[in-house]
């Protein structure tokens, strides 16, 4: 039988999930040579928050970071999270900037894109998916995996082959919340496996204590590969640890053998990174808690919700703001709870709860109610349509969001002339997810960690008359909101899952 394979995420998701992304290329460098010579499946090493990270905290450049770290680590396949037409932000970008953007990452030497959509809907993918083998590289296809009536193991496997149809050239179910249990693992993994001929890899998370058990499921029904990464970076929020997963599989006919020296002593490097990254870790995240089973809202959000409703004076709502999400959920057509929809679902539910159901929308719930993100998983609720629709005055969409979306490059290089910054291809397409903080690098300007407490740094903003929404960030998984909400002023906090 085939022995199992591992990715190995510390370089990226180990430390996005537990140490507010905030590893440093320096801090990775020593590494390498040791996680390369493992034979990994996979690095993870790049995508995800990490690219908002190095511009807004670590003053790097992105793109350099995978020069250095292909050359530190030239051998294993280096792969990337990308949020498909969103690229790594949280609102959808015209096609030629996500191609482009596709096309700096493949030139640096990128070799995988882990490519997901928080709503699955393959609309979302194609042209990321499509640039990606244009570009000859491997498009990876994300199915995010989540729970509701209509996320049966049926409507996975079908969107599974979807992504196949695509020209996905793997499969992989990303179980962001880590919610996935050993029994859903083996059915998923059973079904995929008869459906599709591609690799099928399992990507989950600690935070409920289920991964690795599900890990060992997973692998029992013939998953190709399992995603781990290294304690102290490892376990909680993020990926189970590499030698964990291989004492649980000691004597499985699949277990890989994988050098316990090297991983040793990427361990006693890592210990002394995690130190130096004290600031950023916690140990909320370090724990297993099964909350989020209860809830399905990632962990960290639970906590940071409880803050952000007693900062506004409704602490004693809490309960009824929790039982309100699932309610908003389904009325939106099941969405799953991940970046973005997670804080737009609490968001709502906060509003719902604070002024009377559907009383008061943000302008995030509109768009999706209006079909802006893309096809929910199951039907918007048709009073919710409705309602939306009056009082936006604007008709749902049923095209492909990206369809709306004017070309972007031109206008990016006009406005990089315009201020003097370079207008090459890698500049645009930084400065057209974070054009603050691309300007600041170029210009040599240091960031500044920003103290605890709201400090607005104002990108990605949303305007509606009733409701104001501006994003600033404390690290690059938490996002605080100031909502304006008929002259007052509402802080909310919401966290990025990876
Ligand atoms: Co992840």
Redesign the pocket.
Known sequence: MKRVEFTNTVLR?GHQSLAATRMRTEQMLPALADLDALGFYQLETWGGATIDSCLRYLGENPFERISALKKGAPKTPHGMLLRGQNIVQYTSFPDDVVEAFIRCTANRGMDVLRIFDALNDPRNLETSIRATLAAGKQARGEICYTISPVHTVEAFVQFGEDLVDLGSQSVSIKD?AGLITPKVAYDLVSALKKRVSVPIIL?S?DTAGLAASSYLAAIEAGVDVVETSIVPFANGTSQPDTLRMMALLEGHPRCPDYNRERLARLRAHFETVYAELKAFTSPANERVDVDILTYQVPGGMLSNFRNQLKEQGMAERYDEVLKEMPVVRAALGYIPLVTPTSQIVGTQAMLNVKFGRWKMFSQPAQDVVLGKYGKTPGPVDKELLVLVEKQSGKKAVTIRPADLLEPGMPALRDKLKEKGLPEDDETAVLFAMFPVETEKLLRGEKPVEPKSGLQDHGTAGRQDKAVSMRTTSIHARAKKYVMHIEGQKHNVEVEEV?
């Open positions: 998701d962001m990507h998370h990876a």
